[in-house]
């Protein structure tokens, strides 16, 4: 055996001890990002092989934590792909006016500026009362950190650019108070969004939507978790609702490609529809 495959099969085992001991089953993630960002979590951890890492990782949540921390990409931003933002306000929002009471679901939101950046958009648009956001993420401490809704200060420029891309009607200074080096989102956004730990690759969906954005999560996915996480989100969906991916993903030879038109095929913006095919 070469010294590669005996990493593999190091990982392999840790991987499934992981899954055992804390429910996190990581063995459906591609495996050479994985590889990477595990193999960077060893050389900082002072342990010197993952065989050696394994019986405490396993015994010591905190530990396991900070693996977690650094193999999962937490990263977000605000009204990230701005024109993203700009097509859901002028493509999606209009549909989502007709419906007395509308609720999306953010999959996989990360620190949460995702679901605040639509918190803001709906309420611009005039939805105030009319909307529940369930913003939900694998990560248990991501989404503590979500649902306080504080970020560094010097985050805002680019928060504040991103919201004038995306249509802003108003000022992104409208929607904060400075604290210190810190900026913290006004209760009127964080009332609007439940934040909880979900994890798509063994829980349930989570009731019936509108409005589904799962961006940047199903990269880090091999192909059979990646079916069976639209097939989720698309029996979350309701038909005539709205499915949104990352830009680097898309619904192309998926399982439940026929059941979705594309909105703005660049934006990763599909619309199921009312029957099947
Ligand atoms: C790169 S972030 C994307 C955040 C946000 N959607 C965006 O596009 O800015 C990917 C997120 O997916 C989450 N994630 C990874 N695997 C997951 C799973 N099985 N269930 C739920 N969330 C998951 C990670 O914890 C991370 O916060």
């Given amino acids: ?37 595990l193999t960077r979590w060893l050389s900082a951890s ?7 890492a394994q019986s405490q990782l396993l015994r010591d949540r905190a530990l396991f934590c900070t693996l977690l921390r650094g193999i999962m990409v937490n990263v977000s931003d605000m009204f990230r792909d701005p024109f993203f933002f700009k097509a859901i306000r002028e493509q999606v929002v209009p549909y989502l006016k007709t419906y007395p009471f509308v609720k ?3 999959a996989g939101c990360a620190s949460g500026e995702e679901a605040y950046s639509m918190a803001i958009l709906l309420l611009e648009e005039g939805l105030k ?81 509108n409005l589904i954005l799962c961006r940047n999560v199903m990269i880090y996915f091999k192909q059979p978790l990646k079916e069976r996480v639209l097939g989720l989100l698309d029996s979350s969906l309701v038909p005539g609702g709205f499915l949104c991916l990352g830009t680097k993903e898309s619904l192309d030879h998926r399982k439940i490609s026929d059941r979705y038109e594309a909105v703005t095929p660049q934006m990763q913006i599909y619309r199921k529809r009312y029957a099947k095919k």
């Fill in 46 to 52: 002072g342990f010197a092989t993952f065989s050696l």
């Fill in 104 to 106: 999306i679901w953010h």
């Fill in 1 to 37: 055996m070469t010294g590669d495959e005996l990493i593999d099969l190091e990982i392999q085992l840790l991987l499934k001890g992981i899954c055992q001991v804390y429910g996190y089953d990581f063995r459906e993630y591609s495996e050479a990002s994985l590889r990477r960002r």
């Fill in 129 to 209: 009362g009319r909307f529940r956001i369930y913003a939900t993420d694998i990560n248990e401490e991501v989404i503590r950190k979500a649902g306080e809704g504080i970020y560094p200060l010097q985050e805002l420029q680019r928060f504040t650019r991103n919201y004038q891309q995306a249509g802003g009607s108003g000022s992104f200074s409208d929607y904060y108070t400075a604290r210190y080096d810190h900026a913290v989102l006004h209760s009127s956004l964080r009332d609007t969004i439940v934040f909880a730990a979900h994890n798509l690759a063994v829980d349930a969906d989570f009731g019936v939507m």
